[in-house]
């Protein structure tokens, strides 16, 4: 046992007088407009029930996979479903991981080396920043989707250059320029790695897939406790590339594999997005209202997070809390997960959100700004 902790108290002292202080809650009921279940399969009866069918067809797969998939852990389900994925998504390969963080600290602790210049969008999401602190290669960062600037730094390189972005940004909600940044790593013979973690399923494969992008990007990212409404994610890759992080990944090889009914659960939502298109449509038709409401916002006018910035701690908590009061269910961002004067609340819209609740929600959001 720990003997010396003060300083661990202090910390949390702090925060919790700052307000910033988190803590593990239950969820309680309400309105959901704070979980990235876009689409709503994470409660989809029907694909619950399609994943309860395939249960009772072969219990084995909720059966504990034993070990990292180089030891015990591998099976026929979890290289068919890497097969599925790479096909759907055109790309040669993919490599299944138990979460999202996993994968990009796979990626980015293992590819770069130390003569190598990693570049880092400013609002990449913090698991890029934890596999570059696990490499020995150098850190850059670019203004947040500022092409001019990623030029800039690009020109003064010498080494080989990894440009790191997210297609769809889950704290702005804003998209990543990413046809013109895929050029731009064409230009410099840079290597371009998009997560694309909030994107896909919200506009079919992903922006990759959408533009078309497959042969300019060098490893994707795409997680499945999203719009997927299941968990894991996979890396989109070259042969060469998987092979490399099966031999050098610790992420990889250093994890014991997540059961078959995982693996399961993310070959059926493929199945099941496939099969029902129309929830993205409703979806974009519930951003439509919510952005009908004239509301000031950075996110894009088709994203499904929408972020109102409210510089002030104060008045965002009680926003926050009169929400809740109501029935509303929002997650307001506080420094220093967002930086300091760009304190938000971010609202995160879905197929299932009614016209009525957006409505109510954006009236009452109306009365603090």
């Given at each position: 046992m720990l003997n010396n902790t003060s300083h661990f108290q202090e910390s949390l002292d702090k925060r919790k007088e700052q307000g910033t202080l988190r803590r593990l809650r239950i969820p309680s009921g309400g309105i959901d407009f704070y979980s990235n279940d876009y689409l709503g399969f994470a409660k989809n009866k029907y694909?619950?029930?399609l994943l309860l069918q395939k249960v009772m067809n072969n219990p084995q797969l909720l059966s504990g996979s034993t070990g990292s998939r180089l030891i015990s852990g591998n099976s026929d389900i979890a290289v068919s479903v890497e097969n599925k994925i790479a096909q759907k998504h055109q790309f040669e390969s993919a490599l299944l991981f138990p979460s999202g963080y996993n994968a990009n600290l796979a990626l980015f602790s293992t590819l770069p080396s130390r003569h190598d210049v990693v570049i880092l969008d400013e609002q990449i999401h913090r698991s890029v920043h934890d596999g570059c602190k696990l490499?020995?290669?150098?850190?850059?960062?670019?203004?947040?989707?500022?092409?001019?600037?990623?030029?800039n730094i690009l020109k003064r390189q010498e080494g080989h250059c990894y440009i790191a972005i997210e297609s769809l940004y889950s704290m702005e909600g804003d998209f990543a320029p990413i046809q013109k940044i895929a050029a731009l790593a064409d230009t410099h013979k840079a290597s371009l790695i998009v997560d694309e973690a909030h994107a896909f399923g919200v506009f079919g494969y992903g922006l990759i897939e959408k533009y078309q992008l497959q042969n300019h990007v060098s490893a994707a990212v795409v997680t499945y406790g999203k719009a997927l409404g299941a968990h894991?994610?996979?890396?989109?890759?070259?042969?060469?590339?998987?092979s490399y992080?099966?031999?050098?990944?610790?992420?990889?090889?250093?994890?014991?594999?997540a059961q078959d009914f995982q693996w399961m659960s993310i070959k059926t939502g493929y199945e099941f997005l496939d099969q029902n298109d129309e929830l993205a449509e409703k979806l974009q038709n519930n951003i439509k209202v919510f952005r009908s409401?004239?509301?000031q916002s950075p996110s894009a006018e088709t994203s499904p997070v929408q972020a109102i910035v409210i510089p002030d701690n104060q008045r965002l908590k009680t926003l926050q809390q009169t929400l809740s009061e109501e029935g509303f269910l929002t997650y307001a961002i506080y420094s220093p997960t967002v930086k300091e004067g760009s304190e938000r609340l971010r609202i995160c819209l879905h197929s299932f959100n009614t016209e009525e609740e957006i409505m109510k929600l954006t009236g009452i959001i109306k009365e603090f700004i």
């Open positions: 694909l619950q029930h490499s020995n290669a150098k850190k850059l960062k670019f203004k947040h989707n500022d092409t001019e600037d990623l030029e894991g994610a996979a890396i989109l890759c070259s042969e060469t590339v998987k992080l099966i031999n050098f990944a610790s992420p990889f090889i250093y994890t014991t594999s409401r004239n509301l």
